[in-house]
């Protein structure tokens, strides 16, 4: 339907049935590389379309920040004809992806046993807070998996309250890994021929996101706790005052701790037993970081900015949003894209054959609804 776009995903017809954050960051990332995205909405719209402010031109930027490159068309499941055509949107395409409550599509026939009992090669991604066992009745909002995760025990000062990340942190993970799971599943159906089904749950997406800290549980039976900025494993890896501000200083080996001592003017400290590996500075860190910032007290953050990173130490100033997309921009990464004349954040994986596009911009409710019908109708 309509024009197709290179990329090496042309030619993939993406059903989604999606709302607010994972899944439409899956399919919009699926979308750039040049998938059709049909995105379905109810009468009402996504919900992120009230998500404001900030707004652009009257529009939600959250909702913005996560649709482009897709069509939308407004489909009542409560309506007959209109379940008809979300049959046979579902009937003709490659994937499908929903984030319903569990069970939620099976009155309506697309459930993933009723979709495949007629798209045999359709990949049905499902999105879930908590999976579809015990778990199936609670919603799923990023913020209740971050509490429950773990992740805000280890966010904020050591004395302080648990806070949440400043994103939905394991909303965008869970469609990382939902694309990644829908990739797969199409790779095994052009080998095999055959569809499936992929699940992915915020849950299980926040034990697998948490990396060190949940491998320190289940393999070490070290449950891990807040420290602030600081790294359980490592030192120095955190911000340190300067004569003006933080600098994010990192040793992140024996060797990279060595140059930063020699910027420091501070060449001793590596033949020190306690701090020459990185076991004794993290084990005896409350002793060497006084040292530390005693020395980097005596200039600006710039200034050892400058020279540290000279020298091969990585460290970095602790910016704003705003900062950040100047840096990408300083550093050549080009991060601000327009798609049809709205500016959103380029996709983040290069390709040299088949580079992504930015045809069309977020679609208004309903924006193809007109194409849309008349095509599953023909």
């Known amino acids: 339907m309509g024009k197709q776009r290179s990329g090496p995903l042309d030619g993939i017809l993406v059903a989604d049935f999606s709302r607010i954050l994972a899944g439409p960051y899956a399919t919009m990332l699926l979308a750039d590389l040049g998938a059709d995205v049909i ?34 068309v407004a489909l009542d499941l409560a309506d007959p004809d209109d379940l008809d055509l979300a049959r046979e949107l579902a009937r003709r395409a490659d994937v499908m992806i929903e984030n319903f409550r569990p069970g939620g599509l099976r009155r309506f026939g697309l459930d993933y046993d009723s979709v495949a009992a007629g798209n045999e090669g359709i990949v049905y991604a499902s999105i879930s807070g908590f999976g579809t066992h015990a778990g199936a009745h609670l ?20 004395d302080g309250p648990p806070y949440k990340a400043g994103v939905a942190v394991f909303d965008v993970i869970a469609g990382l890994h939902a694309a990644v799971g829908i990739l797969a599943a199409l790779h095994h159906r052009a080998r095999c021929g055959a569809g499936q089904r992929v699940e992915v749950n915020l849950l299980s997406s926040a034990l697998s996101g948490l990396v060190n800290h949940t491998s320190g549980y289940v ?145 208004r409710l309903d924006e193809h609804g007109d194409e849309v019908r008349a095509w599953l109708a023909g």
């Open 39 to 72: 995105k379905v909405e109810g009468p009402g719209g996504d919900d992120t379309r009230a998500w404001m402010p900030p707004v652009r031109d009257g529009t939600s930027t959250y909702y913005l920040g996560v649709n482009r490159n897709k069509r939308s």
């Open 139 to 158: 919603p799923g909002y990023d913020l209740m998996v971050q509490a429950a995760s773990g992740l805000m025990s280890l966010t904020g000062e050591a």
């Open 219 to 363: 393999a070490g039976g070290a449950a891990p706790f807040r420290m602030g900025n600081a790294h359980p494993s490592l030192f120095p890896y955190e911000p340190l005052p300067t004569a003006d501000g933080d600098l994010v200083v990192i040793a992140g080996n024996d060797g990279q701790f060595r140059k930063l001592c020699q910027v420091l003017g501070l060449p001793e400290l590596p033949d020190d037993p306690r701090f020459g590996r990185n076991q004794g500075r993290t084990v005896h860190r409350e002793a060497l970081r006084p040292i530390l910032v005693a020395r980097l007290a005596q200039r600006t953050r710039d200034e050892w900015f400058r020279d540290l990173t000279a020298a091969g130490v990585p460290c970095a100033p602790i910016t704003t949003v705003d900062g950040g997309v100047a840096l990408a921009e300083e550093l050549g990464l080009d991060p601000v894209v327009e798609a049809g004349g709205v500016p959103g954040v380029r996709h983040p994986i290069g390709f040299s054959a088949t580079p992504p596009r930015y045809d069309l911009p977020p679609p």
